[in-house]
Antibody, heavy 119, light 108 residues
Framework: EVQLVESGGGLIQPGGSLRLSCVAS????????MSWVRQAPGKGLEWVSV???????YNADSVKGRFSISRDTSKNTLYLQMNRLRVEDTAVYYC?????????????WGQGTLVTVSS | DIQMTQSPSSLSASVGDRVTISCRAS??????LAWYQQKPGKVPKLLIY???TLQSGVPSRFSGSGSGADFTLTISNLQPEDVATYYC??????????FGQGTKVEIK
């Protein structure tokens, strides 16, 4: 079965760090563009970060310098390292596969993991 | 940055109605637009890409149209299982991707 399973969310104080994981089954993380997309409670979707199959990474301006995306090929796992967390980073974080001729849209999503930043 | 604006923010319609949702980009994006459905408490699901191409397995009552800066998602013959929030997504500006703010569809 093709699936993405996130973990690592939880309650963290402002200024803290957290690492999210996304284990892939039936899809090879290193052969695809993979993204993190978040959704604040009751709000819309916001793209956060992407890692290309070649290894290049890009981040949204809202998390630039604080979040970094990476992958472990041997574990077929995607990561999101989140540092200097802010209250406004509170959200459900989804990992998603970019798909299309130029990896334009998101065709496969995990179930999400909730990150709550609060004192 | 390209901004995506959806209208209306919410709507209520009867079963069997034809529903249209608009998505407008702040500048032309060719047909580089996708639509997603997110049912309450669930994960977003891809419905349409390239503005009008239906993703495999999506019911044919869903359709997309438009090009340039103005796009439309149409649900013909609205069904109870279509209650959800719908999002458009621009992919003209990779490596950044932007979503509209969402349109909530309810049954009257």
């Amino acid at each position: 079965e093709v699936q993405l399973v996130e973990s690592g969310g939880g309650l963290i104080q402002p200024g803290g760090s957290l690492r999210l994981s996304c284990v892939a089954s039936g899809v090879t993380v290193s052969s695809n563009y993979m993204s993190w997309v978040r959704q604040a409670p009751g709000k819309g979707l916001e793209w956060v970060s992407v890692i290309y199959s070649g290894g290049s990474t890009y981040n949204a301006d809202s998390v630039k310098g604080r979040f970094s995306i990476s992958r472990d090929t041997s574990k077929n796992t995607l990561y999101l390292q989140m540092n200097r967390l802010r209250v406004e980073d509170t959200a459900v974080y989804y990992c998603a596969r970019n798909y299309g001729d130029y990896e334009e849209w998101f065709d496969l999503w995990g179930q999400g993991t909730l990150v709550t930043v609060s004192s | 940055d390209i901004q995506m604006t959806q209208s209306p923010s919410s709507l209520s319609a009867s079963v069997g109605d034809r529903v249209t949702i608009s998505c407008r980009a702040s500048q032309g994006i060719n047909n580089y637009l996708a639509w997603y459905q997110q049912k309450p408490g669930k994960v977003p699901k891809l419905l349409i890409y390239a503005a009008s191409t239906l993703q495999s397995g999506v019911p044919s009552r869903f359709s997309g149209s438009g090009s340039g800066a103005d796009f439309t998602l149409t649900i013909s013959n609205l069904q109870p299982e279509d209650v959800a929030t719908y999002y458009c997504q621009n992919y003209n500006s990779a490596p950044t991707w932007t979503f509209g703010q969402g349109t909530k569809v309810e049954i009257k």
